[in-house]
């Protein structure tokens, strides 16, 4: 598995990172599964996982925690907060109130003293950046936190967040970690660039777009609920999505190469792109996403795709999985 170096960090991560959003009850709820799924991957080379204080209400966490043990010095470990984890409207966002007692809570369940990556899961407009990095600065400085990034934040946020630190000496985010797959694109257009311009790691997520890309069928007769909604053909961006998803899987088989491996080569083919997320339920998705681990794609290959799929594009606005206050609440923009 090859390494790259996380931004400005000087922390070497493999360019796969294990994703363990599946772990627990939004996926395989066996733990013992769960912690040979964490082992392989480590066997395999990679040495990063990314987890969430919200997966599974905290039980991903916990999986994860037992799988380290007496590996933890072998693993680059990435958490996330700002979820709500519980009723009270103060157990969640990216208050210092919460900052300090999320962190703890996640060290408990990783039983580890330290995180090597703590990131916020989203932008909260309730909360003043300075008063979020001034509570991560003193996690970095009091050894509890090595580095500091975000997720999903736009290209403005990111830029406020590196201003505001330095004008005020806070520690700064070091890294992003956004959607990215062959169908949603949106980000090349500011996001990977301002990230560049920073010199921040990019951890990207979403490679086979939830499921899209992943090869199965797309019916969604036999899903339910939001799920059969996703894929759902009748939705004028879902048809998009699907005759892109039949050109690409062409542009694959004459590569000779199954769609899940494109669609994660095309992911790490970006410059800006430190290491792409895979998330398995299974063993066997595990091993099938490793098998591609060396694709590189040619000239000749990217140019189909982009014919595809513009460059800079989503094929559905949603699959941004952010919506500015501005857009999204009609009292801020009505008199």
Do not use: C
Request: hydrophobic content about 40%; overall charge negative.
């Amino acid at each position: 598995m090859k390494r790259r170096i996380l931004g400005g960090t000087g922390i070497s991560v493999s360019e796969y990172a294990l994703g363990a959003m599946m772990l627990g009850a939004w996926g395989n709820t066996d733990h013992d599964d769960g912690v040979r799924i964490v082992h392989r991957a480590l066997d395999a080379g990679i040495n990063f996982v990314d987890t969430a204080d919200v997966y599974a209400a905290g039980e991903s966490e916990e999986i994860v925690g037992k799988a380290l043990k007496g590996r933890r010095d072998e693993v680059v470990l990435a958490t996330k907060f700002f979820n709500s984890m519980g009723p009270d409207a103060n157990q969640g966002g990216n208050s210092r109130r919460w900052i300090v007692r999320a962190v703890e809570d996640s060290l408990r369940r990783l039983g580890t003293d330290h995180i090597d990556l703590y990131q916020v899961h989203r932008p909260d407009p309730a909360t003043d950046i300075d008063e979020t990095l001034s509570a991560l600065s003193d996690l970095v400085r009091s050894g509890k936190v090595r580095a500091v990034g975000t997720s999903t934040f736009p290209a403005e946020a990111i830029v406020e967040a590196q201003w505001t630190a330095e004008r005020r000496g806070h520690i700064r985010f070091r890294s992003e970690q956004p959607p990215y797959s062959l169908l949603a694109r949106s980000v090349e257009a500011a996001v990977l660039p301002t990230a560049q311009r920073y010199g921040m790691g990019v951890l990207t997520w979403g490679p086979l777009s939830a499921g899209w890309l992943s090869g199965r069928a797309l019916s969604a007769s036999s899903r339910a609920g939001l799920e059969a909604q996703k894929f759902d053909l009748s939705i004028p961006e879902n048809a998009r999505k699907a005759t892109a998803v039949s050109a690409l899987a062409e542009v694959a088989a004459e590569a000779g190469l199954s769609l899940p491996h494109l669609a994660t080569a095309f992911v790490r083919s970006h410059p800006a792109v430190t290491s792409v997320i895979i998330g398995p339920r299974t063993l066997d998705q595990l091993d099938g996403l490793l098998e591609g681990s060396e694709v590189t794609l040619s000239a000749e290959v990217l140019d189909r795709i982009d014919a595809i799929v513009p460059p800079g594009t989503d094929l559905n606005r949603a699959d941004s999985y952010y919506v500015p206050p501005a857009v999204a609440d009609p009292a801020l923009r009505r008199r």
